[in-house]
Protein backbone atom coordinates (compact mmCIF):
# COMPACT_ATOMS: atom_id res chain seq x y z
CA UNK A 1 0.00 0.00 0.00
CA UNK A 2 1.27 3.59 -0.96
CA UNK A 3 0.51 7.14 -0.25
CA UNK A 4 1.78 9.24 -3.34
CA UNK A 5 1.42 13.04 -2.70
CA UNK A 6 2.16 15.59 -5.16
CA UNK A 7 1.44 19.71 -5.76
CA UNK A 8 4.13 21.04 -3.40
CA UNK A 9 6.31 23.96 -4.38
CA UNK A 10 7.13 27.83 -4.05
CA UNK A 11 4.48 30.40 -3.64
CA UNK A 12 4.65 33.93 -2.55
CA UNK A 13 2.51 35.57 0.40
CA UNK A 14 -1.41 35.25 -0.11
CA UNK A 15 -0.73 32.86 -2.77
CA UNK A 16 -2.46 29.67 -3.59
CA UNK A 17 -1.15 26.32 -3.78
CA UNK A 18 -3.28 22.78 -4.37
CA UNK A 19 -2.28 19.29 -3.08
CA UNK A 20 -3.37 15.74 -3.54
CA UNK A 21 -2.47 12.07 -2.39
CA UNK A 22 -3.18 8.78 -4.04
CA UNK A 23 -3.65 5.37 -2.37
CA UNK A 24 -3.19 2.51 -4.26
CA UNK A 25 -2.49 -1.00 -3.87
CA UNK A 26 -5.01 -1.46 -0.87
CA UNK A 27 -8.31 -3.70 -0.74
CA UNK A 28 -10.08 -1.11 1.16
CA UNK A 29 -10.45 2.38 1.03
CA UNK A 30 -9.19 4.09 4.50
CA UNK A 31 -11.31 5.41 6.71
CA UNK A 32 -9.95 8.72 7.16
CA UNK A 33 -7.38 10.52 4.47
CA UNK A 34 -5.75 13.91 5.97
CA UNK A 35 -3.15 16.01 5.60
CA UNK A 36 -0.59 16.44 8.37
CA UNK A 37 2.59 19.49 8.27
CA UNK A 38 5.99 19.33 9.81
CA UNK A 39 7.71 22.81 9.99
CA UNK A 40 11.35 22.99 11.01
CA UNK A 41 12.03 22.46 14.49
CA UNK A 42 8.17 22.02 14.95
CA UNK A 43 6.14 18.91 15.80
CA UNK A 44 3.83 17.42 13.13
CA UNK A 45 0.47 18.76 13.45
CA UNK A 46 -2.84 18.48 12.00
CA UNK A 47 -4.02 20.42 9.10
CA UNK A 48 -7.15 18.92 7.87
CA UNK A 49 -8.81 15.27 7.46
CA UNK A 50 -11.45 13.94 5.81
CA UNK A 51 -13.89 10.67 6.87
CA UNK A 52 -14.76 8.58 4.37
CA UNK A 53 -18.36 9.97 5.36
CA UNK A 54 -17.35 13.17 4.07
CA UNK A 55 -17.19 15.24 7.81
CA UNK A 56 -13.82 16.87 7.94
CA UNK A 57 -11.63 18.78 10.74
CA UNK A 58 -9.40 21.57 10.21
CA UNK A 59 -6.19 22.87 12.59
CA UNK A 60 -7.10 25.90 13.98
CA UNK A 61 -4.39 27.76 11.86
CA UNK A 62 -5.60 26.68 8.93
CA UNK A 63 -9.43 27.25 9.14
CA UNK A 64 -11.13 29.63 6.77
CA UNK A 65 -8.06 29.13 4.06
CA UNK A 66 -7.42 25.49 3.62
CA UNK A 67 -10.18 23.15 2.06
CA UNK A 68 -10.02 19.21 1.72
CA UNK A 69 -12.06 17.20 -0.56
CA UNK A 70 -11.82 13.77 -1.23
CA UNK A 71 -12.62 11.20 -3.79
CA UNK A 72 -13.03 7.66 -2.41
CA UNK A 73 -8.92 7.30 -2.65
CA UNK A 74 -8.16 10.26 -3.10
CA UNK A 75 -7.58 13.23 -0.65
CA UNK A 76 -6.76 17.01 -1.59
CA UNK A 77 -6.05 20.28 0.01
CA UNK A 78 -6.80 23.83 -1.50
CA UNK A 79 -4.73 26.28 0.28
CA UNK A 80 -5.41 30.02 -0.56
CA UNK A 81 -4.13 33.04 1.55
CA UNK A 82 -1.13 31.35 2.59
CA UNK A 83 1.04 32.60 4.77
CA UNK A 84 5.24 32.40 5.55
CA UNK A 85 3.68 30.29 8.74
CA UNK A 86 2.43 27.37 6.13
CA UNK A 87 5.84 26.50 5.27
CA UNK A 88 6.60 22.90 6.35
CA UNK A 89 6.90 19.41 4.56
CA UNK A 90 2.94 18.06 3.85
CA UNK A 91 2.44 14.37 4.65
CA UNK A 92 -0.79 13.12 3.68
CA UNK A 93 -2.12 10.06 5.99
CA UNK A 94 -4.37 6.97 5.41
CA UNK A 95 -6.30 5.64 8.58
CA UNK A 96 -7.87 2.04 8.15
CA UNK A 97 -10.01 1.21 11.39
CA UNK A 98 -9.03 -1.34 13.32
CA UNK A 99 -6.01 -2.12 11.32
CA UNK A 100 -3.29 0.69 11.23
CA UNK A 101 -2.22 4.06 9.53
CA UNK A 102 0.36 4.62 6.26
CA UNK A 103 2.03 7.78 5.89
CA UNK A 104 3.11 9.01 2.22
CA UNK A 105 6.01 10.99 1.45
CA UNK A 106 6.25 14.45 2.12
CA UNK A 107 5.90 17.54 -0.24
CA UNK A 108 7.36 20.51 0.27
CA UNK A 109 5.54 24.03 0.74
CA UNK A 110 7.51 27.36 0.73
CA UNK A 111 5.81 30.67 1.23
CA UNK A 112 8.46 33.04 0.30
CA UNK A 113 8.46 36.26 -1.64
Known amino acids: VQLQASGGGLVQPGGSLGLSCSVSGSASSPNILGWYRQAPGKQRELVAR?????ATQYGDSVKGRFTISRDKDTVYLQMIGLKTDDTAVYYC??????????WGQGTEVTVSS
Open 93 to 102: RGEWQPSGSL
Open 50 to 54: ANSAG
